[in-house]
């Protein structure tokens, strides 16, 4: 189904934004996760992931372009008063031509016939006071939020089908594009499914597939086209919906449409053939690179592909046209010749990708002292390799995080963290370019240090070092040591990351090597 708004209100998102889809630079977004509680809740570490995955997408150009963080407020693990402050602060950010969303992954419960999500400090005795009634998400967006605004409410947790039935009335305007349009992961008196050996839930998984794009469909979705989606992909858990006019509103960019080829023009071929033409800006091959010999994988990712590109620096962002297929994007890029992986992408983008690289994981790990017995959590990361480094980055700074100040560019403060977060994302990515792929044993360690009394650690690829070996106690800024198997640096993955703005520091080593087919890279600049 082609969502079409009523004629009003369509030609006032075509003259704002030029396109078919909520005017991103009008609207925001709310994605709330809530993976440990205090009390009650078992947790549910999948919430987190899913947060993350739909902050990259919500945040992709080719998707919808919200701003981060003005306009994407990504929360995890918070109480019911910043919950409800940030909903009403991106609520006044909405304007006619943007939409709202809010997003929620975590337990729930339906009290007195209210559903009630469970935030961090979630309470069964005290529900009100603790736990969030989607009547209180209704005030709280009507409190400051213009009185035509649209919000879409996509609740992933057990017994969503309460908040269609509960809905206050006075939030659904029919006829008209203003109100709420709720989409819940399973019916009123059903349990939602979070298995403990998934990565993501199941229904933000299907949720997620769906923003990947719908065949055939227009040029943009809007949310009955995703319910609909939903429906198909969950057939056995089936989603529930309140049919509003906010849900055929065109919301966000449909990645799978195929504009009809004009008469005469050929022009889907013109344009790969002229921007084919330049292939030494295009590609991210390094000859000589063990990572450029091809594998016998032959799926991909297609989500790791979007999110890719929509990290891409401008110059070359604009080198691939944003119609061009993933397929079409991946042969250009050298990526898949012949209709397989080369080694570097299926590192970004393979779904097979430790079947054929063991040691393509990250291991982080936080201690309590000075000494490897001293371990206590975290987590293996095994995703995309540019996944891995955004996940990796945000496990150090949950444990450097010292507090927030305040910022003229934002209502909300930012965080401030005891490391500069810009180089360990950088010593991060030197330590994946800097592994050795080609073996199983291969690995690579990052020492963030000192985190008050503790430590993190990264490993990439798996760390046989003894469990009982000291940390230093005497560095107090960034430390990075890397192995005797991890001195062969890779010029593919170097390129690769510095296109992608995953790292700053790589591109000159990687043209060297590109010019003198060594591969040869220097860490000095780990720490800029």
Known sequence: MRCAM???????????????????????AVLLGTSRYHADFPAIPQAETCVHRLGELFAMRSLWGLSRPSRLFELLNQDRETILATVRDAAWLVRHSGILLIYFVGHAESFGGDLCLATTTGNRSSPAATMIRIADLVDEVKRSARDDTSVILVLDCCYAGQAVKTIPMRAVRSGQSAGWYVIGAVEAGAYADAAPEREL?????????VLAGRPGGGPSLCGHDIFEALEKLLPNHRPVHSPSAVGSRPWIVNRLYVPPTPKHSGSHQASRAQVSSDTTHRHFVVDGDPLSEITPVTVFDSDAVHVFRSQLRPEKFAAFPETL??????QDARL????????????????????????????????????????????????????????ARDFVAQHAKRGERPTSESARAVAVYDLPMIAVREVIANALVHRDYSRAEAWYTSRFSPIGSRYAALASGKDEASPTRRLSTSATSLACRRSETSNCPNACIGLVLWKARAAASLRR????????????TSTKSMNG
Do not use: W
């Not at 209100?9 to 934004?17: C, H, I, M, R, Y």
């Not at 839930?201 to 597939?209: G, V």
């Open 6 to 28: 009523p004629s009003v209100n369509s030609a006032s998102v075509t003259e704002s934004t030029g396109q078919d889809r909520a005017d991103p630079t009008q609207s925001a």
């Open 201 to 209: 839930t199941r229904f933000t998984d299907a949720f997620l597939k």
């Open 325 to 330: 297929p993933p397929k079409d994007f991946l």
């Open 336 to 391: 898949l010749v012949d209709g397989h992986m080369t080694k570097t992408g299926l590192l970004l983008f393979g779904e097979e990708r430790l079947r054929q690289i063991t040691s393509a994981i990250v291991q982080c790990r936080r201690y309590e002292g000075t000494d490897r017995s001293d371990l206590r959590d975290g987590p293996t990361l095994a995703g995309p390799l540019l996944r891995q480094i955004f996940e």
């Open 509 to 520: 080593s990687a043209t060297r090597s590109c010019k003198t087919s060594q591969l040869q």
